[in-house]
């Protein structure tokens, strides 16, 4: 990595991370408020904000950074949680990972009991859909019959983790059911992309949408379950081909710009930063995790410059598509509005900092 390229890398992610709470709603004088993690909201866009935290903090050996995720997480915990559903189990995901490498000898037994009682939950009693997936809850809606591709990291990840922490390999059986479910009612056979969602309530793909942030979970979700507690036998074989189909089909609709757009296979469709840094982080990491070879690195030098270039000065990512539900027509889709979101920020971050941890 040129100095330059540094510079500008650095200069990217502290970017991100003041916009990031400036969307939370924080303002200037919070974040000059000791040194804390100020946002307060236990949901999907933060969980994967946290998980990228830890993750920098885990490879830098920043122990502060790991006290004030600590402190975070005691605050929530303190003040009561939301309900559960698979995009409030987000935030699981980094505090499994953390009190894993704190260990039981530093007193965290409200934690584990926590993690324990929430990957019991998933796996018995959370709605489950015909054939035992996880059905994408939210808090606004129970999705009844209703596969998406999110899952998989918000709520999939967490299971995996929980199970390898506890020795429990009835969750990690279960997590891993999951990865193979949903490759099979979301996975489109013809392109080797993934549709947004499925529903067993007349058995169809909806409007069949490769859509690019969905896309983009699938892309990061494989990878980082080789990490976090990784599949042998026929189901890593299996998980290891369907990546390395996908990573190909996707390297060949990446736009001149280095972009992804919303409906990956529709270069009129709005291009899409959130999307774009989802799938560049999941092939940053399917590197890492040797999934593929080197010669998909381009994929990641295309995006880097594309994403920088569309962080303006207050630290926003720009040419993020909205909260998108499952929609019924591409045209849905299209339609869209992009515009600054804190999952943005997050995705954004995630890919910039393993990026910098890679070069």
């Given amino acids: 990595m040129t100095l330059d390229i540094a510079h500008d890398l650095r200069r990217a992610i502290a970017a991100l991370s003041t916009g990031f709470l400036r969307l939370k709603g924080i303002g200037d004088e919070g974040m000059d408020a000791g040194d804390e993690i100020v946002f307060d909201e236990w949901d999907w866009e933060v969980g994967v904000g ?90 606004e809606r129970d999705n009844d019959g209703q596969l998406w591709d999110d899952t998989l990291v918000m709520a999939v990840l967490f299971v995996a983790q929980a199970g390898r922490m506890f020795g429990r390999r009835d969750w990690i059986e279960d997590a891993q059911y999951q990865y193979l479910s949903h490759v099979r009612f979301l996975g489109d056979r013809e392109t080797g992309l993934f549709f947004h969602g499925w529903t067993f309530e007349g058995r169809h793909n909806y409007a069949r949408a490769l859509w690019a942030r969905g896309n983009a979970w699938v892309t990061i979700a494989i990878p980082e379950l080789f990490r976090i507690c990784p599949p042998e036998g026929a189901v890593a074989r299996y998980l290891r081909e369907v990546y390395l189909t996908q990573v190909r089909a996707l390297r060949a609709l990446q736009n001149p710009e280095g972009l992804f757009h919303t409906l990956l296979d529709d270069p009129a469709s709005p291009v899409e930063a959130s999307g774009t840094a989802g799938i560049a982080y999941g092939v940053l990491a399917g590197l890492r995790e040797g999934l593929i070879g080197p010669e998909y690195g381009d994929i990641v030098t295309r995006a880097l410059p594309a994403l920088i270039g569309r962080i303006d000065e207050s630290g926003f990512l720009h040419d993020v598509s909205d909260g998108t539900p499952m929609g019924d027509t591409l045209e849905f889709y299209r339609q869209i509005p992009n515009l600054p979101t804190p999952y943005g920020q997050a995705l954004g971050s995630l890919f910039l900092m393993e990026y910098d941890r890679a070069g």
């Fill in 50 to 139: 946290l998980y990228g935290e830890f993750r920098r903090a885990e490879a830098e050996g920043d122990t502060a950074a790991l006290a004030r995720l600590a402190r975070w997480y005691d605050r929530q915990i303190a003040r009561g949680l939301p309900r559960r559903q698979v995009n409030s189990t987000a935030p699981m995901l980094a505090l499994a990972l953390l009190a894993e490498r704190l260990g039981p000898e530093n007193g965290r037994e409200d934690w584990r009991g926590l993690i324990q009682d929430w990957a019991e939950w998933l796996h018995t009693t959370m709605p489950k859909t015909e054939e035992g997936g996880y059905q994408h809850t939210v808090k």
